[in-house]
């Protein structure tokens, strides 16, 4: 028996047939190839004329009605930066998103990790969009440094290998990773600078509040690697959900994971005995219970191995007392990004 149509299953429910259908959604935009753009390139100008010519009328008074009256201008910048690998022209974009986006492809493109744009520009510790520097690396193995989600659309956008992204769960989100692959192949060419990356991996020890000792996999804070920010003679390295801290208390939810995060700075490029690590905050979320953290904390920490560049080997332990729990951590991890405050 085939099962009832949207159409029938309304009819049997009295309700209209538009009542149950699925959202509307954008169609798949196509790929392109963003090679054969930017050789076609030549002005901003003509590019305009260009897509003026194969403008829909419809999206034109889309266009209009939320007022980005220089939206195709814009669009081409990113053409005319990429191209010209000029990364000022994406200052000239009005709308702080394309101008992002703009800064990322013109440094994809280029081949310059540094010139990708910081998650958040007031928050250096927070690092670089992953895919870009890995992209602009040329480095499969940098994608480790994107979250896990993002990884199979990090490696298909750095390997051109749309099989990559079939394993993606989310139809919008498998779409796109697609589409980038394709329409990047040409211009993301040449060899990793980075090889490979150390492994990463984080394990917590901890016990109190009546609780037995228990142990909690760091894959969420380290996995991904940490960011080294350069501030003049100091240097700083965070991991985890640093810059939550608050003065107001609050306890984790139930189906939380156990998260720890943690910054700490010296002087100079590496710790060392004679210019030890200085804990700069710290925080234990354990489900269930009070967030615990500190700022100037008075935990032991040793910095057995740190390399502050992009794939660096780090290593580190971490024992004391954190709010009510007694913790050790063991680290070992790589640097996935350098920043400068």
């Known amino acids: 028996m085939e099962p009832a149509s949207p159409s029938q299953l309304a009819s049997a429910l009295g309700l209209d047939a538009a009542a149950l259908a699925g959202p509307l959604v954008d169609p798949e935009k196509p790929a392109g ?24 009328p419809l999206v034109g008074d889309a266009v209009d009605a939320i007022g980005y009256d220089t939206f195709l201008r814009d669009a081409c910048r990113v053409l005319e930066a990429a191209k010209t690998k000029d990364m000022k022209k994406c200052e000239l974009i009005d709308a702080s998103a394309l101008r992002a986006r703009c800064r990322t492809v013109t440094a994809m493109v280029v081949g310059d990790a540094d010139g990708c744009p910081l998650k958040a520009p007031s928050k250096p510790e927070l690092g670089r969009d992953a895919l870009c520097v890995a992209a602009a690396l040329r480095s499969p193995a940098m994608c480790e440094g994107a979250q896990k989600r993002d990884r199979p659309s990090c490696e298909a956008l750095v390997t051109h290998d749309t099989k990559k992204c079939s394993i993606i769960p989310l139809d919008d989100l498998r779409i796109g990773c697609t589409r980038d692959a394709t329409r990047f192949r040409g211009v993301i060419v040449g060899g990793a600078a980075i090889g490979n990356v150390p492994p990463a991996k984080g394990t917590l020890t901890f016990s109190g509040e009546g609780k037995p000792q228990a142990t909690a996999d760091l894959d969420f804070d380290v996995g991904s690697g940490v960011v080294v920010v350069l501030d003049g003679k100091k240097t700083r390295v965070t991991f985890g959900r640093v810059g939550e801290i608050t003065a107001t208390p609050r306890a984790a939810q139930p189906l939380d994971h156990t998260r720890l995060a943690l910054a700490f700075t010296f002087f100079g490029a590496t710790s060392s005995a004679d210019k030890p690590a200085e804990i700069t905050e710290a925080a234990l979320t354990v489900p269930g219970s009070p967030v615990a953290s500190c700022v100037a904390c008075a935990l032991s920490l040793k910095v057995e191995k740190l390399e502050p560049k992009r794939a660096g080997a780090v290593s580190l332990t971490l024992d004391g007392v954190l709010g009510t729990w007694k913790i050790h951590a063991d680290v070992q991890t790589f640097v996935r990004d350098v920043t400068s405050r």
Not at 33 to 49: I, P, R
């Open 33 to 56: 190839d963003l090679a054969g753009d930017l050789n076609a390139f030549t002005t901003v100008e003509a590019c305009m004329k260009q897509k003026t010519q194969t403008l829909d």
